[in-house]
C-alpha cells in the first residue's frame, strides 16, 4: 500500500532522476544540429585564420624594412591571394581578410599612406610587426575543441564548428515523449466543442513545451475517464522514452491512472503520487510495464509548472546533464507576499531588469486554471515550505521561463 504522504519536490526530482540514464548518441549534419546537446567534445581539424591574413584594407610590408617608398608589385585580396615573393622595398594593396604574401607581416593600413602612381609614400613611419594582422590560428588552432561535451548547440556556436571543418556532429538522441490527454470532457483542438466539452489545450501545450526542451512529442489518443481506454492507449506506447499524461492523477471517481499501478502487471510500479507544491500536488510517477510514466495533473497551469520542474528534470539527465533544477534568480518584490504553508509554491509573475535591480512583481490571482495569466507571466516565484511573510522592497528567489517554454 502506498503512502498517503506528501514528499517534497526536491525528493520528488531524486527519485525521478535515478530511473533514467543519458540516452545513445548519434550524428547530425551541422546544419540539422540546432539545439541539439553534443555528446563528446569536437575538436577543430584546423587552423582559424589558416595563416596569417590582414584585418583591414592597406598594404603590406616587412617589418624589417625602415624605407619610406615602396613599389607595388601586386594584390592580395580574400580568395584571391598573391603568390609571389615581396622583396625590399616592395609592397603588395592588400584587403581586408586576405593572405599576408611572403616575405611581408605587417600592414600600413591605406589612410597612412600617399599613393603616387606605382608606389607608396608612408604617412606614418613607426610601425611595428603583425600590427593590423590576425595571425594564424587566432581564433583557434587544429586540435582545440570547439563544442565541449554536454553543450547545446545554438545559432552562435555553428558558425565555429563550420570554421573548424567539422560537418558531422556527435549528439545525444532526441527523447520520444508520448502524449496522453485524459477524460470524457476533453476533444481534440480544432473541433467545435459542446457545452459538455474543452478543448484539449493540454497536448498542444505539451508537445510545444517537449520540443522546446529537446524531446519528439508523439500525440497519443484521448482517453476516456476508464481503466480500458486508458491501457490500451498506454500498451501501444510502450517504446517511448517516457509516458507523459494529464489528468486522472488525482484521487476522484474518474481518475483512474493510478488505479491501472495497482494491478498486479511485471514491470509496473508506482514511486510516489503527491508532491508537497502547489500548483501541482496530483503528480504520479512510476513505470508501467518498463516504461516510465510521469502523470501530470489536468489542470493546464500544474501541468506547465510540473512540467518546467520535473519533464525538464528527466529530459537534462537523458541528455547527460548534471543539474536538474532551473537555475535560481533573486529580484526586488513590487508587492508583499504572505506566509507559506506546508507546500512549496511557485507563484506566477513577471521580472524586469532595469540599470540597477531586478524588479518581480507577483500577479494578485494566483488560481491554477487561469491559463491567460500563465502566459503573461515570464517567471515563478519560489516560496520554501513555512516560508514566513516577504515585504514589498525584499528580496525573494525565481526562476525564469525557458525562451519559447
Given at each position: ?7 517534497s ?16 548518441d548519434?550524428?547530425v549534419?551541422?546544419t ?7 555528446a ?11 595563416t596569417?591574413?590582414s584585418s ?6 616587412s617589418?624589417d ?13 580574400a ?11 616592395e609592397t603588395?594593396?592588400?584587403y ?23 608606389y ?5 613611419k ?6 593590423f594582422?590576425?595571425?594564424?590560428g ?6 582545440d575543441i570547439?563544442?565541449k ?19 558531422w ?7 520520444i ?20 466539452q474543452?478543448?484539449?489545450g493540454?497536448l498542444v501545450?505539451?508537445s ?10 508523439r ?14 492507449i ?13 489528468g486522472?492523477a488525482s ?32 503528480l504520479?510517477?512510476?513505470?508501467y ?5 510521469l ?12 512540467s518546467?520542474i ?12 548534471k543539474?536538474?533544477?532551473?537555475k ?11 506566509s ?10 513577471t ?6 535591480e ?15 495569466l ?6 515563478l ?25
Amino acid at each position: 500500500m502506498l503512502n498517503n504522504e506528501f514528499i517534497s519536490v526536491e525528493e520528488a526530482i531524486k527519485k525521478i532522476v535515478t530511473q533514467f540514464d543519458k540516452l545513445e548518441d548519434e550524428d547530425v549534419e551541422l546544419t540539422n544540429s540546432l539545439g541539439r546537446v553534443s555528446a563528446e567534445p569536437l575538436f577543430s581539424k584546423t587552423f582559424n585564420p589558416i595563416t596569417n591574413v590582414s584585418s583591414m584594407d592597406g598594404f603590406a610590408i616587412s617589418s624589417d624594412n625602415k624605407d619610406s617608398f615602396f613599389k607595388i608589385v601586386g594584390e592580395s585580396s580574400a580568395g584571391n591571394p598573391y603568390t609571389g615573393q615581396v622583396r625590399k622595398k616592395e609592397t603588395v594593396a592588400i584587403y581586408t581578410g586576405a593572405h599576408l604574401p611572403k616575405g611581408t607581416n605587417t600592414v600600413i593600413i591605406q589612410e597612412n599612406v600617399k599613393k603616387k602612381g606605382s608606389y607608396i609614400e608612408l604617412i606614418d613611419k613607426t610601425y611595428k610587426k603583425y600590427q593590423f594582422v590576425r595571425k594564424k590560428g587566432l581564433d583557434f588552432k587544429k586540435g582545440d575543441i570547439v563544442l565541449k561535451n554536454n553543450q547545446v548547440i545554438n545559432s552562435r556556436n555553428v558558425a565555429s564548428i563550420a570554421m573548424s571543418g567539422n560537418f558531422w556532429i556527435n549528439v545525444v538522441r532526441k527523447p520520444i515523449i508520448g502524449i496522453l490527454s485524459t477524460g470524457n470532457e476533453i476533444s481534440k483542438v480544432g473541433n467545435l466543442t459542446g457545452k459538455n466539452q474543452i478543448p484539449s489545450g493540454n497536448l498542444v501545450m505539451l508537445s510545444s513545451i517537449v520540443k522546446t526542451l529537446g524531446g519528439i512529442p508523439r500525440l497519443l489518443p484521448i482517453a476516456e475517464d476508464n481503466k480500458k481506454s486508458l491501457k490500451k492507449i498506454l500498451e501501444k506506447n510502450l517504446d517511448c522514452n517516457l509516458l507523459l499524461t494529464t489528468g486522472g492523477a488525482s484521487v476522484g471517481r474518474y481518475d483512474k491512472l493510478k488505479s491501472i499501478f495497482q494491478e498486479k502487471n511485471k514491470n509496473t510500479k508506482i514511486n510516489f503520487y503527491k508532491v508537497a507544491m502547489r500548483p501541482g500536488k496530483p503528480l504520479i510517477f512510476g513505470r508501467y510495464k518498463g516504461t516510465p510514466l510521469l502523470g501530470l495533473p489536468g489542470n493546464p497551469v500544474s501541468a506547465g509548472v510540473c512540467s518546467l520542474i520535473f519533464l525538464n528534470a528527466i529530459m537534462n539527465k537523458m541528455k547527460g546533464k548534471k543539474s536538474f533544477f532551473p537555475k535560481v534568480f533573486e529580484g526586488k518584490l513590487s508587492d508583499s507576499i504572505s506566509s507559506n504553508d506546508r507546500r512549496m509554491d511557485f507563484m506566477r509573475a513577471t521580472y524586469i531588469v532595469n540599470a540597477v535591480e531586478t524588479l518581480l512583481t507577483p500577479f494578485k490571482k494566483q488560481d491554477s486554471s487561469m491559463t491567460s495569466l500563465f502566459s503573461q507571466a515570464n517567471c515563478l516565484i519560489i516560496r520554501q515550505p513555512y516560508e514566513e511573510k516577504i515585504n514589498k522592497g525584499q528580496m525573494a528567489k525565481f526562476i525564469k521561463f525557458p525562451i519559447l517554454f
